[in-house]
């Protein structure tokens, strides 16, 4: 075989190498997030101030859920939210509610250490149709972490990061 057509063959076959390689990976990553996540914790920090705010506490309640078909779903409410006294709210109780709640579903996909999510519904009818900003993730054993890019806080107005842990269910 004429020695240029070695070289042609070899580059071709690293070039595979890589390519395959590279896809494995964006695989397994999308492997370590699909399933049931609960939460530990979820701070903002205020990107201008760097104060911190646990908006529902130190322990709140939340689910987030990934599944391997690029789809998923996340609540989580303050665990200090009353029950109305009846059952149909009164206006006061209603906001009450929707102010101890996040949650939205959509798509969802990954750019190396990002999650991208395109929101089908959402709590917050602001969110229905949009792209949220990127997150970054990493994956520890059991333990995922997510911090957003930066964003207007729906609780506070003051522009924020917020970091999340989950714990997989299993």
Known sequence: MKSWMKARLIIAVMMLGLTTGCLMSVAQAADSIVGRWRL??????????KAQHRNFGEKPNGILMYTADGRMSVIFTDPRRQPPASPKATDAEAAQLYRGIV????SYRLEGDKVLVHVDASWNRAWDGTD??????????????????PFVSPFLGKRMVATLVWERVK
């Open 40 to 49: 530990v914790s979820w701070v903002e920090e205020e990107t201008e101030s």
């Open 103 to 106: 949650a939205y579903s959509g």
């Open 132 to 149: 949220r900003p990127p997150t970054t993730i990493e994956v520890k054993g059991e333990r995922l972490t997510s911090k957003t890019a």
